[in-house]
């Protein structure tokens, strides 16, 4: 079946600091990718996407690219600020299905200043 | 324009009790849906509406009921609540359910407790 998993978290590190957030997914044909930010006490929104193999998405200084010779879709960030302290979720959308999106566990960020 | 709304923010049932919880979005959206959020384990998908007037089956159906009101209201009623059902609860809108383009635009979420 379709899934995503990224790894477990929480991550935390210090402000400044680069950040990876690994993200893997299963999926027949081609799935558009997602990263998804939630901060605390709010819901979800859109980071960035990508609908294609090698696509780069990016926003507010993350990026991830779309490797569909992985299965991966990493999310990045060179210098992370205390702001950036949320739960990060990755997602997938099938080429196939009606618009459901299949989410991974979750990573939780902690920066500290 | 205040996008996906979701009341309550917070409520406090019994077991057995029944409640629903309401959905509405401004933005001329044919497609919404309930997802259900719970500690390691993302957000699962309960119910869907790809199109007023049709709901279908998500990941985690059992134990709720929705109700497509219009184009702008999705709601989901738990006719008795167990504890299991204890989690965060969101709704959410997209344009369509067609384009996998589609970016889902999500309410702030009920958090529900059952005791």
């Known amino acids: 079946g379709n899934s995503v998993t990224q790894m477990e978290g929480p991550v935390t590190l210090s402000e400044e600091a680069f950040l990876t957030i690994n993200c893997t997914y299963t999926?027949?044909?081609?799935?558009?990718l997602f990263w998804y930010v939630q901060y605390p006490g709010e819901g979800l929104q859109l980071l960035l996407k990508?609908?294609?193999?090698?696509d780069k998405g990016s926003n507010k200084g993350f990026e991830a690219t779309y490797r569909k010779e992985t299965t991966s879709f990493h999310l990045e960030k060179g210098s992370v600020q205390v702001s950036d302290s949320a739960v990060y979720f990755c997602?997938?959308?099938?080429?196939?299905?009606?618009?459901?999106?299949?989410f991974g566990q979750g990573t939780t960020l902690q920066v500290k200043p | 324009n205040a996008g996906v709304t979701q009341t309550p923010k917070f409520q406090v049932l019994k077991t057995g009790q029944s409640m629903t919880l309401q959905c509405a979005q401004d933005?001329?959206?044919?497609?919404m849906y309930w997802y259900r959020q719970d500690p390691g384990m993302g957000l699962r998908l309960i119910y869907y509406?790809?199109?007023?007037?049709?709901?279908d089956k998500g990941e985690v159906p059992n134990g709720y009921n929705v109700s497509r009101l219009n184009k702008r209201e999705f709601s989901l009623r738990l006719e008795s609540a167990a504890p299991s059902q204890t989690s965060v609860y969101f709704c959410?809108?997209?344009?369509?359910?067609?384009?996998?383009?589609?970016?889902?635009?999500f309410g702030p979420g009920t958090r529900l407790t059952v005791l």
């Open positions: 959410a809108s997209s344009v369509t359910g067609q384009m996998i383009r589609d970016e889902q635009f």
């Open positions: 999926a027949t044909g081609y799935p558009s």
């Open positions: 990508a609908t294609k193999a090698d």
């Open positions: 997602a997938l959308r099938k080429s196939s299905n009606t618009g459901k999106l299949i």
């Open positions: 933005m001329n959206h044919n497609s």
């Open positions: 509406s790809a199109s007023e007037g049709t709901t």
